[in-house]
């Protein structure tokens, strides 16, 4: 064991791994994941773009033409660049790398996700959590305050929030990004916007401390692993510097430009699922003891009595969903449900009702 102590930094060594579980045989809804997979005729014109894939090349490290075809279907400023990470973990990673002077600190909301602490633990910053209003909405108060104190290099606005999905307040967000002015970075992580339709990207222009950051993986390609970002150039620029030259691979590449000629069928399964959520969050409303939390996003959070003896009933069930009770006290007896197809959501609501 001295080996380890001596060679690995003592941060690390607090850490623990990141546990994703077994989920063969469950239905699967722990991991907002989109549930539907494309029709058997995509499926076969997929097959054979990628079959004409040059897999003994490496990707070329502009992607200009994936970031052509993401800013032409997702909204971005058409003289806005963009940069891509191995989904937007890596994108993180990267702005933790880049902005970790001594004495850095990294800010969000907690509970948040928990890469933004992560990182910046493993990028040798100090990690700031500013807890939510006991009602899962922003304290903009205490943020501001914490803003004041802390002068963080990279303040994290999750838009929605993961995993409480709250969709904070635009106003708050304007005084936050006022208040970090040019003494550090905003981020409003937008993973799960295809479920909000409510974006910062159309203002990047009116605040030079800007970054959106988005995934395509909770629109239904989570198995590719793409994330992208774009703001102020000359901060993207700098975070070109620490990019892999070769952090997207070509099947990825190759996917994403196929599935963004068919984006059409990704924004109709977002639609039914936004139908879902709706439908869901009624149904868990009207059973006894039930608290539901308002939700933008693909998963709904409810507060249950003994939520982890209903979570291990639930997966007696074979229903896997995440218990998030442990992660932070405002959370206590919480769940965390991704909004699936009715069939799965009619399943999960079975098991719940016989496990409450």
């Known amino acids: 064991m001295s080996l380890i ?5 003592p941060e690390i060594l607090d850490l623990s ?3 994703v579980p077994d989920s063969t045989g469950f239905v699967k809804l ?6 539907y997979t494309l029709s058997p005729q995509l499926q076969q014109a997929l097959a054979q773009h990628l079959a004409q894939v040059a897999l003994n090349r490496y990707p070329v490290p502009s992607y200009a033409a994936l970031k052509t075809a993401l800013k032409q279907h997702f909204g971005i400023p058409a003289h806005n660049d963009v940069v891509l990470g191995n989904g937007s973990d890596e994108l993180i990673a990267m702005v933790s790398l880049a902005c970790a002077k001594p004495g850095a600190k990294v800010l969000a909301p907690i509970p948040g996700f928990v890469m933004y602490a992560m990182s910046a633990r493993l990028a040798g910053m100090e990690f700031v ?4 209003r006991a009602d899962l909405t922003l304290d903009k108060l205490a943020m501001l305050a914490a803003i004041a104190e802390h002068r963080p290099a990279i303040t994290y606005l999750a838009y929605p929030n993961n995993p409480t999905g709250t969709l904070f307040e635009v106003a708050d967000i304007e005084q936050i990004l006022h208040a970090v002015g ?3 970075i905003v981020i409003v992580d937008e993973a799960y916007q295809p479920f909000a339709q409510a974006s910062f990207m159309p203002r ?5 401390n800007l970054l959106v950051m988005r995934t395509v993986s909770k629109l239904g390609l989570a198995g590719i692993r793409l994330g992208y970002m774009s703001g102020n150039q000359a901060l993207l620029d700098e975070f070109e510097k620490v990019r892999p030259p070769y ?4 099947l990825t590449e190759a996917t994403a430009e196929f599935m963004l000629e068919h984006v059409a069928v990704l924004d109709l399964q977002a ?5 879902q959520r709706s439908l869901l969050a009624a149904a868990l409303s009207r059973l006894p003891g039930v608290e539901v939390f308002p939700s933008a996003a693909n998963f709904l959070l409810i507060r249950v009595p003994q939520a982890e003896q209903v979570f291990v009933k639930l997966l007696k069930q074979k229903i896997l969903v995440k218990n998030v009770g442990k992660m932070h006290a405002l959370l206590e007896n919480c769940l965390r449900i991704t909004v699936s197809t009715p069939e799965e959501n009619s399943l999960f609501l079975d098991a719940l009702s016989a496990s409450l």
Do not use: C
């Open 129 to 132: 959590g500013v807890p939510l």
């Open 271 to 275: 639609a039914q699922l936004r139908e």
């Open 17 to 19: 791994k990141y546990h």
């Open 5 to 9: 102590t001596n060679i690995i930094r």
């Open 247 to 250: 952090n997207i691979n070509v």
């Open 182 to 184: 040019d003494s550090g």
């Open 204 to 208: 990047l222009a009116e605040f030079d």
């Open 30 to 35: 722990d991991a907002m994941e989109n549930p």
